[in-house]
């Protein structure tokens, strides 16, 4: 089964906010409710050694997502053709459960349709063989869409340009995110750590020592 994500090269990221732009113009995402966010890490370090970089984040497509194992209904499912995780938005009772189960705050809630929502991967344009809107809007070049299972896809090429310790996911608490970042030195030092408390009410990453 396909193994679909999407994998940032955070070497080329400008942090120009178009992503978040293009996902919201794509999926109608409603006023003051974001899908895809780009969140600002930094800055850390001492002066004249320091680290700052912006940090696009969606649903991490995890293996085993917290977000379908504390749904009580199945409105958060990992769809059986793509294995893409979703929401149905027609089961969803407004809980809220996994919102809070996300470890990386990023679910929406719609207060007009009273259910979550959240990244799909564009599945109305990669079902019908596109790119996902904020990989074709991305002016860098830096956002790839494929299957990890797949060696000719295009996430699976570009990691394969970089070493193990150039690819970064998000803190995996067991979750195991599929998403993947690439950022070398060129850029500045990896922060993984997340305190998902706090995630969903700030821009600002949390990193180690906060």
């Known amino acids: 089964m396909a193994h679909n994500c999407i994998v940032v090269n955070l070497d080329r990221c400008t942090g120009c906010f178009s992503c978040e732009v293009a996902c919201k ?4 995402v409603a006023l003051g409710e974001r899908w ?12 004249p050694n320091m680290t700052r970089y912006a940090l696009p984040t969606m649903c991490q497509q995890c293996e085993d997502a917290p977000c379908v ?4 209904t199945g409105a958060s499912y990992r769809d059986p053709k793509t294995n893409v995780v979703l929401v149905n938005k ?13 470890p990386y705050g ?4 719609n207060k007009e349709e009273k259910c979550v929502e959240k990244c799909t991967l564009c599945g109305q344009l990669t079902s019908q063989g596109e790119l996902p809107a904020c990989v074709k ?5 830096a956002r790839f869409y494929g299957d990890l299972d797949d060696p000719n896809s295009d996430v699976s090429k570009e990691l394969a340009k970089y070493s193990d310790d150039q690819i970064h996911t998000l803190q995996d608490v067991g979750n195991h995110p599929a998403t993947h970042y690439i950022m070398t030195d060129m850029i500045g030092t990896w922060y993984p750590r997340i305190k998902a408390p706090e995630y969903p009410r700030t821009d600002a990453y949390p990193v180690d020592g906060e």
């Open 25 to 28: 113009m794509e999926n109608g």
């Open 36 to 47: 895809s966010r780009v969140l600002t890490v930094g800055p850390v370090g001492e002066y």
């Open 90 to 102: 027609e089961q969803c009772i407004g809980c809220k459960y996994c919102m809070m189960a996300c």
């Open 69 to 72: 194992n504390v749904c009580p």
């Open 137 to 141: 809007s991305c002016a860098a070049g």
């Open 106 to 109: 990023v679910r929406a809630w």
